[in-house]
Each structure stands twice: as structure tokens, then as C-alpha cells.
């Protein structure tokens, strides 16, 4: 499913080798769930995006209860801003976009981990796949994987 | 390698199939890779920790400069307790002590991704591999994948 037909669409098989999804699926949840999520002072709660194809960890971005409610709502992943202070979902501008698989809070309740698929070119601004492209030591970046891991992205888009 | 023998060991092979490793090995680094790291006005940065053999998002914590420091220069993972108010090095209680493989750093320079291995049981208090056990809507936990993802930990340990 393409809603701006101009953004060139990433492969259907992800460098996994599994498929990716490209659909906005609502995650229904209780507000029992939402209860145990613990915003920080400022609202906030980090949320860690993985690609569900690979594993790679993709980039890591804020959710208020706003935009938590909405990723939820629309199976797309929706930020705040701290710099902009506003809200934006993730590739509508750029067309990266980021289809929501499933939605999981830690033993906290104070950070989110979202699994997606990734549209486009990845998750990063500047053009990787992986916003953790850089390494301590001169180590290959996230995308390149820790060593033999596939969960740090084996692919190298 | 084992510091203390009464701590179970976990399997030389992870839930991936892929080895693990068990010594601490510190990374080099440079005082320019340091300087790219922006801490928070409470002197703090997020720190995903992934697991090396099969990509399990594993915990999020936070570390300072000392922290980060201290993580690169004993291949172990520090963190700064914002409860505690104190440093503390992950599994020296438990014994489900992270041996670090890499520390990668987004574009920003905001967050850090540490990909480990993982001793013991996992790596949340509550006997949990992951901390993420927990998904809206009902959905299986962090350890059980997103779907068909392997890198979300298809272990399943």
C-alpha cells in the first residue's frame, strides 16, 4: 500500500529475507495497559524502534500519552518533538515510513519498544538505515550488526 | 570466563544458535567519538542494550559520561541509577552481567545502542529475558518476536 505514489517504495523482502509489511494496523489496547506507562516529568517516555525484519535497532524517538494513543490508533509511529515541540509521524514527509507490528513497555513502564517495518531508504535523516551508524572504536556501525549479530541489523542496506 | 562459579551459567550457544562470548573486553576510543556524545541537561543519555546473538531488544538505561566511560573501558555495562543516585554495574548482584561487543551512537549523538551478551537468565530483574515482556493489545512480549521477527529475539528462551 503506497499513499504518496511518488516516494519510491523499499523492496518487499527486507535484507532478512523476510517480508514486510505496509499496511497501518490499529493495535487495540485497554487503558488498563496505558495505565502502566510511566511519563516522565516532562511527559515523555523514550520509545526504541526495531525493524522487524532484522532486528536492527532503528532509531529511538519520544512519545507523550498523544502520541502513544496515536501510533496505537493508526499503526503508524507518531513522535513529540522535543526540538520542534510538536507532533510528527515518522515519513510523511520523507516517505520513510514505519508500519507498526506490535507495541511492548518494559518491567518500568517507562520505556516503549516498537517493532516495524520500515519503508524507504531506512530510519535516519542523513540517509543510513540505522540512525546508530557510528561506533566507539571504529567498529562497523548498528546496521553492520555487533559482530555476528543478526539482531543489529545483518542485512547492510 | 565466570567471577563468581555460584552464578548458573547460560548456554555457550544463544537462543540464535550463535556463540556467546564471556570477557570483558574494553574498546578504544578516541576523546573525539567522546565529544560527540550530547548529554541531557541531567548529564544523561539513553542506553539501548541489545543482545548480540539474535538482536532481542534486552533494556534501556541511562549512563553518564563516568558510565559510558567506565562501559568502554571494561567491556561490562555501567549505568547511572536515577533512583539509587549511584553507578552500578550490570549482573555484579545477579549475575546477569552484559559483555559488551560494540557501543554505537545515533545521528544525533543522543543515544547510545550497546549490543552485548547476555549471562544468566536475561537481562530484567523480574527473571524475564528481555524487559519488554509486556505488549498492548495482547500481543506477545519483546522475547517472542514482532511477528516473524528474528530480531526482536525469536529465542524464545
Redesign the interface.
Known amino acids: 500500500m503506497s499513499i504518496d505514489p511518488t516516494v519510491p517504495e523499499a523492496p518487499d523482502v527486507a535484507p ?1 529475507g ?1 517480508p514486510r ?1 505496509r499496511s497501518g494496523n490499529p ?3 485497554t487503558e488498563e ?1 496505558m495505565g ?1 506507562i510511566r511519563f516522565g516529568a516532562d511527559g515523555l517516555v ?1 520509545a ?1 524502534i ?8 532503528l ?2 524517538g519520544y512519545m507523550d500519552s498523544e502520541a502513544l494513543r496515536r501510533t ?1 490508533g493508526t499503526g503508524r509511529t507518531w513522535f513529540w518533538s522535543r526540538s520542534r515541540r510538536e507532533y510528527w509521524c515518522k515519513g510523511e514527509t520523507s516517505g520513510d515510513r514505519q508500519w507498526v ?8 513502564g517507562d ?1 516503549l ?1 516498537v ?1 516495524v517495518d520500515q519503508d524507504g531508504r531506512g530510519a ?3 540517509g ?1 538505515r540505522s ?7 571504529g ?4 546496521d553492520a ?9 545483518s542485512g547492510g542496506e
Open positions: 532478512g523476510r509489511v493495535i487495540s489496547f495497559e502502566q523514550p526504541v526495531q525493524d522487524a525484519t532484522d532486528g536492527c535497532v532509531m529511538l496505537l507490528r506490535s507495541v511492548h513497555y518494559d518491567c518500568d520505556t519498544l517493532v535516519c535523516h542523513t543510513e540512525c546508530f551508524y557510528r561506533s566507539f572504536g567498529q562497523a556501525g548498528a550488526g555487533g559482530a555476528d549479530a543478526a539482531g543489529a541489523g
